[in-house]
């Protein structure tokens, strides 16, 4: 539910008392005046396209609770994204996404970064926001699928950006639903570094 300052979540799923009971009560602050990414991505076959909008650092509340085990979101710590999309798809596709949001130096600071290797030359997905949205040109990754563990690095073509991720969890899977339909994600968590220029030409200093 969408009201003029926050969004909230609720989410049940199981039966009161089992194991796998999951119930959730979370609150997103966002308003209309909040500034988010929006990108439109042309795939070769005429029709096929991506949109996306992301709503990205949006400070978060409340908890979830799974069975017997209940997770507080520490209120100034606990952040958000809202990641929207619609499309017609291409049947083989190479998407990297990455987000990031906390507090660095007294700033809440939300990158986004990634594409889904489409043709996006009117504009990528690749910003930061730091009170208001800073574009930044299209993301570099370096990364080792062999070796998900080991730092990723991300930079970008206008030398804006520098950051190195040090991952602490692999959330990969991968999910079959036939031939025509599989989804090998490689997926991690972890803290990132390093420093990013702000519209004005400051460098900020990202840490944690």
Known sequence: RFEETKRTI??????????NRMEAHLELADSRATES?????????PGQFFYENKRVSMPATG?????????ELPEGSSFGVLDWGRGAWPSDVHWEWGH???MTDGHM???NLGTVF?????GTADAVIVGVLHKISRSEWDYDLDDLMSPWRFTSTDARIDLTLTPDFDDSTTLSLGP???LTRWKVHG???????????????VTG
Do not use: K, M, N, W
């Open 180 to 182: 025509a339909y599989t």
């Open 37 to 45: 990414i929006a990108v439109v991505h042309r795939f070769d076959e």
């Open 118 to 122: 489409a043709d996006d030359t009117p």
């Open 191 to 205: 803290e990132i570094q390093g420093t990013v220029q702000l519209d004005d030409g400051s460098q900020l200093q």
């Open 109 to 111: 600071v939300g990158i």
């Open 10 to 19: 609720t989410v049940i799923s199981g039966a009161v008392g089992a194991d």
């Open 63 to 71: 908890s979830v609770q799974v069975g017997e085990l209940l997770y």
């Open 100 to 102: 990031f949001a906390g």
